[in-house]
C-alpha cells in the first residue's frame, strides 16, 4: 500500500514526460546545427547552440524568405478577429438556446451541430466558391468569416451549456430588480459564465491559430500568410530548413502556451461549469 | 424558468437585440472595407486599364517563390521590370512546393489563378485540361516561328499538341553525379573512368568503407533515396530505367499516341532495370542501410557519408549555402551510358525547365506576355543565374561571363550538347498525375518493400490501363 502513491506519481511523471516529448524534441532540434539533425547515431542534445533559426524569425533582414514578425502579425489579427466574431455570435445563440422557448429552437441547435460533423476538406470548396463570389478570396476578412463558420457552432454548444448551468431565478430576480433582458444578460449572466467564456474563447483562437487547410487555399499573396502557412514552407521542393521550421514551430506554441498559463485558472473551473445544472 | 410574457421587456430586449444587431452588421462591413481593401481576384485587377501608360497589376504565380535563391531572383526580376515599365506592378502569389498544385488546381477550376502561373512542361496539359476549352491562353502567335522557338532550352516541351501554351523562360536543369573529390582520391578512384552503368556500380561499392575500423561501413558509395519520396522512383527510371527502355510509361521518349494498349512500364527493359537497381541499393558497400528520403541522402554526402549524390545544379548552390568550404571538394560528372544486350544506351534525364502559361481569365495577356518575353533577355537572365538553376537562354548562357561565374552549372550544358541523349520527360497528358503516382507506389513497393520487380511492374500496367478506361 506504501508503493500505491509513488507509483501514481512515477506514472503521471512518465505520462507527462511522453505528452511533452514531442515539444521537447522541437526546442532541442531548434538549437540544433544542421549537421546535429542529421548526425548518425542519433543526437539528443545540440553539440553546440544554433541560433540561427530564431535570428531568422525575429530579425527581418536576416533572411528575405521569412517574413515571420509579419505572419504573426497576421495571424494574431485573423484569430483575434474570428475569437470576438463567435464569442459575440455564440453567445447571443447559445443564451437563446438557453432561455427562450420558441418552435424549432433544438431542431435549430441540432442543425448548427450537425455542420460539425463535416470534415473541413469537404467545406472548402463550397467556401472557396461563396469567397469568390464575393470577392473575399486572398483577405484575412474572409478567412476570418471561414473560421468563425468552424468555431460558432462548437461555441454556441459549449456557452449553451454554460447557461444552462446558471438558474434561470438570477435572470428573474434581476429582471425584478428593473432590468431588462439585454441588461439582465450583459451584466449578470456573462460575468457569472466568464470561466466558459474563456475557454470557448481559447477554444475559437485556437481553431484560428493553428488551422492551415483554409488559410492555405483562401491566402494567395505571401504577404498576407498566417503563420502555419508560412511555417509550411520552410519545407521546400529540394530543401527543409529544419532549425527553421522548429524555431518558427515553437515560437508559434509559446504564445498559446504562456495563455492557457495565464488563464489556467478560469479554465479548470470553466471545464467543470457547464457539466453539471 | 422565465418565459418572455413581460411585453415591456420583450420590446426592450427586442430593441436592443435589433441595434446590437445592426452595429454588428456596421462593424462587420467596416472590417470587411478595411482588409479588403487592396484584394481583388488574381485575374481581375484593374480592369479596363490596360491601356498604354495607364496602371496595371499582374499576378505571377509560382511554387518556386518559397524557395531562398528562387525568392531572391524573382524579386529582383519584378523590381527591375517595374523600373522599366513603372505603370506594371508584379505581385507573387503561390504556397510552397508540396501545396501548390492541389492549390493551382482549385484556382483553375474556379477561374481564379493568376494572370502568369510557373509550372514545368508536364503540368501544362493537366491544368490547361481542367476547364473547357482550356484554362491559358494559346501563344503560337508569339513564338511560332520566332527566334524564341530555337533559343530556349525546354521551349519544345512547352507544347500540347503542335501548339505553345508555355514559354520557357526562366531557367532548367538536368541531372548528374556529384561526388567528393577528396573521397575518391583516398580509394584510388578516376572518375573520367566511370563511363558506364557497371563502373558507377563498381566505384560505388569501392567507395563502402569502414573508415574507423570498427567493424561497421560508416561510407557509402551513393546516397540513394529509399523511402515515400517520389525521387524513389525518378532516381531509378532517370539513371536507368529511361535510357534502355525509352520511357516508363510510353516507349519511344514517352511519346504519343497515349492509349492504355502502349504502356510501357513492364517492358523487358524496365523490369530488368528495375531489378539492376533493387540489386545496386541492397548492396551494403554501395548505398547506405535503411530507408532515407532526398535531404538525409544530401546531408549524407556533405557529412562525408556518401560518396555519391544525383542531383541537379541546384545542388552546387545547395552545397555553398551549406559549408562554401565543401565546394572545393564538389565534383560533378556525367550520369553514366548503360550496356545493355549488346548496345550502349546514353542517359536521357529531363531537363526540368519552368515554363510560363498566360490564364485566358487575365484582363492583360498582352502585359503579361511582354513581362514573359523581357525574361527572356540577356539582363534577367543574368538575375535568374542567381537562383542556382540554368537560365534557360542557350545564347546567354553560352557567354564567357556565365562560363567563368558558373564552372560547374556549364558542365551541364556540355552533358545536354555532348553526351546525353535528347531529353524525355513525362508525357503531357491530362492522366500524368495518376500514372506519375502508380510509378511512385510501384517503386516503394520494389524498392523499399522488396517485391518482385516483374510482378510490381506488370501490376503497375494493369493500373495504368484501367486509369485510360
Known sequence: MKLRQPLIYLGAVLISLFAISPFVWMVLTSMKPQSDIYSSPLSYFPTSLHTGGYTAMLN??????????????????????????????????????????????????????????????????????????????????????????????????????????????????????????????????????????????????????????????????????????????????????????????????????IAFWALQKYLVSGMTAGAVK | MIHTDNKANNYLWKKRAAGSAALLVIAGSALAGCSNADQKPAASADAGSSKSGEAITLTFETSLYAEAPHKKAIDALISKYNQLNPNVKITVHGADYENFWDK?????????QGDIVQVYPEN??????????????NLDPYIKGKDLEKKL??????????????????????????????????????????KTLEDFKNAAVKLGVDTDGDGKLDQYGFASVVGSHPFVASEWYRLVARPVSGGIFFPDGESGPYKADRINVNSEANVWAAKWWQDFINNPRATPPGTRDKKVGREMFWNGQAAMNMDGPWFIGMTKERDPKLMDDLGLMPQPAIEYNGKTYKPNPHTNPSVAMISKKSKHPEEAWKFLEWMTSEEAQQMIAGSGMIPSNKNYVATDAYKKDNPLAVKFMDYLNNLYAPAVMDPPIPEQGTLSQIIINTAQDIFVGKKDPKASLDEAAAKMKEAFK
Not at chain 1, 88 to 116: D, N, P
Not at chain 1, 139 to 146: E, N, T
Not at chain 2, 124 to 137: E, H, M, P, Q
Open chain 2, 124 to 137: 501544362i496539359s493537366t491544368y490547361n485540361s481542367l476547364v473547357d476549352g482550356g484554362a491559358f491562353v
Open chain 1, 60 to 257: 527581418p533582414h536576416a533572411d528575405d524568405n521569412v517574413n515571420f514578425m509579419k505572419w504573426f502579425y497576421n495571424t494574431v489579427i485573423v484569430s483575434l478577429l474570428t475569437t470576438v466574431f463567435s464569442i459575440v455570435i455564440s453567445a447571443l445563440g447559445g443564451y437563446s438556446m438557453s432561455r427562450f422557448r420558441y418552435r424549432g429552437r433544438m431542431a435549430i441547435g441540432y442543425l448548427i451541430l450537425i455542420t460539425q460533423m463535416l470534415p473541413g476538406s469537404l467545406l472548402i470548396i463550397p467556401l472557396y466558391i461563396i469567397m469568390k463570389q464575393y470577392n473575399l478570396l486572398n483577405s484575412h476578412f474572409g478567412l476570418v468569416i471561414a473560421y468563425s463558420t468552424v468555431a460558432i457552432p462548437f461555441c454556441t454548444w459549449m456557452l449553451k451549456g454554460y447557461f444552462d448551468s446558471v438558474s434561470s431565478s438570477i435572470d428573474e430576480a434581476a429582471m425584478v430588480d428593473g432590468a431588462g433582458r439585454w441588461r439582465t444578460f450583459a451584466s449578470i449572466i456573462m460575468p457569472l459564465t466568464l470561466p466558459g467564456l474563456v475557454v470557448t474563447a481559447i477554444f475559437s483562437f485556437l481553431t484560428s491559430w493553428n488551422e492551415f487547410l483554409f488559410a492555405q487555399t483562401f491566402l494567395s499573396d505571401y504577404g498576407k500568410w498566417t503563420l502555419s502557412v508560412g511555417i509550411a514552407s520552410f519545407q521546400g521542393q529540394y530543401v527543409v530548413n529544419w532549425d527553421y521550421l522548429m524555431a518558427g514551430s515553437v515560437m508559434t506554441t509559446l504564445p498559446i502556451v
Open chain 2, 104 to 112: 493551382l488546381t482549385t484556382e483553375v477550376i474556379a477561374g481564379t
Open chain 2, 153 to 194: 532550352v525546354g521551349q519544345e516541351l512547352s507544347k500540347i499538341g503542335d501548339s505553345y501554351y508555355a514559354i520557357s523562360n526562366y531557367a532548367w536543369g538536368n541531372t548528374g553525379i556529384f561526388y567528393r573529390k577528396s573521397l575518391f582520391k583516398k580509394a584510388g578512384i578516376d572518375p573520367d573512368s566511370i
